[in-house]
């Protein structure tokens, strides 16, 4: 295989850990085609707040034809219920959400990921309960999530050493800010409001700028 070859295939890795909006429009599950269709995202994370379970579990089986469609991983956060439920990829846990250990054995092989924050410590708790990837973040000023705790970039490099997970780098990312965070450790980028709520560009466009 010579040098260009490679140079394409590395640039076709999926590398965008995607998160749902807050609130899903009549539009979205076509934008959610468009975006999935850029070959870039290896996650497509449903989070939806103060939504009935039954109207997640609806919404949940609707993305779950289109991720599986571009060979995407569902992700269900917070309910691990849920996603056995729909038979999701996944699920993605906070560290408020519930117990690990439990969803770790009602979802036996599925991929189960933890938000660490910042903190060494709950990344090493994370290792010890077998969690498939750690997020940690926020590394910039996140519309998602405005009130949370920043992280320090070197938090990505040492993780990398010694926790031996895949990593996603969470919190006001965007295509201006992205590739530091890829650069220092992180496996994926974690991207919902610069796709969603993008007010100069739609989901299609959006995805476009991050490569």
């Not at 939504?51 to 060979?71: F, W």
């Not at 997970?165 to 992180?186: C, Q």
Request: glycine letters at 6%; one cysteine or more.
């Amino acid at each position: 295989m010579d040098g260009k070859t490679r140079t394409i295939r590395l640039n076709l890795k999926k590398f965008v850990y995607l998160i749902s909006p807050d609130k899903i429009k009549s539009s979205f599950f076509s934008d959610l085609d468009k975006v999935l269709s850029s070959n870039k995202v290896k996650f497509f994370q449903l989070r939806l707040k103060n939504v009935s379970q039954r109207r997640v579990i609806q919404i949940g089986l609707k993305c779950k034809k289109i991720t599986s469609k571009y060979n995407v991983k569902l992700i269900i956060n917070d309910n691990f219920k849920i996603a056995k439920k729909i038979n999701a990829d996944g699920c993605h846990l906070g560290q408020t959400d519930g117990s690990i250990i439990k969803a770790r054995l009602a979802l036996k092989n599925k991929i189960l990921g933890v938000t660490c924050h910042g903190s060494k410590e709950l990344c090493m708790i994370a290792k010890k309960n077998n969690a498939d990837y750690i997020a940690l973040g926020s590394f910039f000023n996140s519309k998602l999530k405005p009130n949370a705790s920043k992280a320090n970039f070197s938090i990505l490099k040492w993780a990398k050493k010694n926790i031996k997970r895949e990593i996603v780098a969470i919190g006001g990312i965007n295509n201006k800010n992205f590739k530091k965070l890829l650069l220092s450790g992180g496996n994926y980028i974690a991207i919902s409001s610069f796709i969603w709520n993008n007010p100069s560009l739609n989901p299609k466009e959006a995805i476009k700028k991050i490569k």
